[in-house]
T-cell receptor, first 113, second 110 residues
Framework: DGGITQSPKYLFRKEGQNVTLSCEQNLNHDAMYWYRQDPGQGLRLIYYSQIVNDFQKGDIAEGYSVSREKKESFPLTVTSAQKNPTAFYLC????????????FGPGTRLTVT | RKEVEQDPGPFNVPEGATVAFNCTYSNSASQSFFWYRQDCRKEPKLLMSVYSSGNEDGRFTAQLNRASQYISLLIRDSKLSDSATYLCVVNLWGANNLFFGTGTRLTVIP
């Protein structure tokens, strides 16, 4: 089955620790995205990547880092510099050509205490 | 002004009712439009794309009004299982110009 996988589903960390969230897709999609969603809020774009070895900051990139070494993988690191890291993190992807329907992974719920 | 705006609701409707959501967008150059459904604590899932001529999928009808810059979603004969948050998404151009509304919450009551 083609799709996007994110792991783990739930993640708990102590304040001050970096944590890396996994995102893998086997849809052969070119573009991949990371979003953050807070309770009762919309999606906010953290980073996106349109091709391997290239990525761009979204609206709220501070305190986050990404890499795109393979087309299938786009891991997100939440660093200790992120002030409010507790949130629901969603990874998504799009094929390289229109109409740009976005497909989401199941998400990782990160709790930092 | 936000790129995409939606009435957050909540909309509470009885089973069998017809309910409509609107979503406005600010950029007239927007190219493609979508409605997503998001269940509580789950990822958004594509419900339907919105085409210029309007499109229907069972009980769901989506319309696009480019002149007034809004899209709509109509749900007929509401089911309990329709309870969710409905997100409006607008693509300006290309894979790096997607804008999400904050969502409209629907609760269908028995």
């Amino acid at each position: 089955d083609g799709g996007i996988t994110q792991s783990p589903k739930y993640l708990f960390r102590k304040e001050g620790q970096n944590v890396t969230l996994s995102c893998e897709q086997n849809l052969n999609h070119d573009a991949m995205y990371w979003y953050r969603q807070d309770p009762g809020q919309g999606l906010r774009l953290i980073y996106y990547s349109q091709i391997v070895n290239d990525f761009q900051k979204g609206d709220i990139a501070e305190g986050y880092s990404v890499s795109r070494e393979k087309k299938e993988s786009f891991p997100l690191t939440v660093t200790s510099a992120q002030k409010n890291p507790t949130a629901f993190y969603l990874c998504a992807s799009i094929a390289g050509q229109g109409p740009y329907e976005q497909y989401f992974g199941p998400g990782t719920r990160l709790t930092v205490t | 002004r936000k790129e995409v705006e939606q009435d957050p609701g909540p909309f509470n409707v009885p089973e069998g009712a017809t309910v409509a959501f609107n979503c406005t967008y600010s950029n007239s150059a927007s190219q493609s439009f979508f409605w997503y459904r998001q269940d509580c604590r789950k990822e958004p899932k594509l419900l339907m794309s919105v085409y210029s001529s309007g499109n229907e999928d069972g009980r769901f009808t989506a319309q696009l009004n480019r002149a007034s810059q809004y899209i709509s979603l109509l749900i007929r004969d509401s089911k309990l299982s329709d309870s969710a948050t409905y997100l409006c998404v607008v693509n300006l151009w290309g894979a790096n110009n997607l804008f999400f509304g904050t969502g409209t919450r629907l609760t269908v009551i028995p």
